[in-house]
Each structure stands twice: as structure tokens, then as C-alpha cells.
């Protein structure tokens, strides 16, 4: 599976901005689609992930209610929507794949990463 994340800008604070992550090659009709961020200097961390066949979603509480997660299956490509953005969204935001299918938070778990799309966010 390769996957091709893509949409990162900069933008100002309160902005909007859509990500994208194309997935290639091998696909699982179960698998979980996961978007990650890591700020400089911090760890990589959380933000949503969608399952594929059963559209079930997952949000870090710090995004809940300003980004939205979908996914289109017939383009095999998953979508962040961010809304409300802050400067403290600024990242490099992944995507991942989770073959197993599962709607889980830990980074560890997941098989396949792309290879981020830099946000920044300006105040």
C-alpha cells in the first residue's frame, strides 16, 4: 500500500484547509485510515481516523468539532477537512493505514504511512 498525503498550506488563523491522502498498490476493504500531526519538536500525535468499509470515525479532543474526517472509496482517498485552524495546528500531518481495520489512536499500530504535507498555521 503506498499512500500519497497532499493539500498542506499555509494559512491564517481561523482558516481552512483540506488534506488529502491517496492510497495505491495493495488496498483492504477493512482497513482504517488515520491522519497523524508532529509538531517540531514534539511527538507525533493523533487527530482522526475513519474505518473504510463502515465509515465509523475517531477524533483527538483537541480537533473534535473544527476537522472532519470522510473518505471516498471509489477514489481510494481519505480527506481532512480542517476548519477553526489555530496556530497550534501547525504540523506535518500523515496519513496511515491500519490493515486490521480497527479505530485506534497509537501510532505503533498502523502499517503504512505516507509522507506528510506540512500546515502551518499563522496568528
Known amino acids: 500500500v503506498q499512500l500519497q498525503a497532499s493539500g498542506g498550506g499555509l494559512v491564517q488563523a481561523g482558516g481552512s484547509l483540506r488534506l488529502s491522502c491517496a492510497a495505491s498498490?495493495?488496498?483492504?476493504?477493512?482497513?482504517?485510515l488515520g491522519w497523524f500531526r508532529q509538531a517540531p519538536g514534539k511527538e507525533r500525535e493523533f487527530v482522526a481516523a475513519?474505518?473504510?468499509?463502515?465509515?465509523?470515525?475517531y477524533y483527538a479532543d483537541s480537533v473534535k468539532g473544527r476537522f472532519t474526517i470522510s473518505r471516498d472509496n471509489a477514489k481510494n482517498t481519505v480527506y481532512l477537512q480542517m476548519n477553526s485552524l489555530k496556530p497550534e495546528d501547525t504540523a506535518v500531518y500523515y496519513c496511515?493505514?491500519?490493515?486490521?481495520?480497527?479505530?485506534?489512536?497509537?501510532?505503533?499500530?498502523?502499517?503504512?504511512w505516507g509522507q506528510g504535507t506540512l500546515v502551518t498555521v499563522s496568528s
Open positions: 496511515a493505514a491500519d490493515v486490521r481495520g480497527y479505530l485506534r489512536r497509537d501510532p505503533q499500530v498502523y502499517d503504512y
Open positions: 475513519i474505518t473504510w468499509s463502515g465509515g465509523l470515525t
Open positions: 498498490g495493495r488496498t483492504f476493504s477493512s482497513h482504517t
